[in-house]
């Protein structure tokens, strides 16, 4: 069984940081790529950054030089760096373990008021 734990999101202005951890726990490879994804009210659940094991970064056109995605494989945890917020940013944001299935964390809501 394993379980995704998301912490980090909240309610932030324009401008301002956030930084989401999702920690891995169960019967997990630590060789999966590991992702964030969000999705807004109305709109489909879309890819936000993934990353591999060995640290290959991966970014939505939206987000890049903005978002950072990092992991500690040691502690099977994934982490999203977000600055200079927008508005549009907000959504539930979910973590993910692409493995063979999916796993996807509980979501996390990011609200970024204007």
């Known amino acids: 069984q394993v379980q995704l734990e998301e912490s980090g999101g909240g309610l932030v202005q324009a401008g301002g940081s956030l930084r989401l951890s999702c920690a891995a726990s169960?019967?997990?490879?630590?060789?999966?790529?590991r992702g964030w994804y969000r999705q807004a009210p109305g709109k489909q659940r879309e890819l936000v950054a993934t990353?591999?094991?060995?640290?290959?970064?991966n970014y939505a056109a939206s987000v890049k030089g903005r978002f950072t995605i990092s992991r500690d494989n040691a502690k099977n945890t994934v982490y999203l760096q977000m600055n200079s917020l927008k508005p549009e940013d907000t959504a539930v944001y979910y973590c993910?373990?692409?493995?063979?299935?999916?796993?996807w964390g509980q979501g996390t809501q990011v609200t970024v008021s204007s």
């Open positions: 993910a373990v692409l493995g063979n299935p999916v796993y």
């Open positions: 169960g019967n997990i490879f630590s060789g999966y790529i």
């Open positions: 990353i591999t094991w060995r640290g290959d970064t």
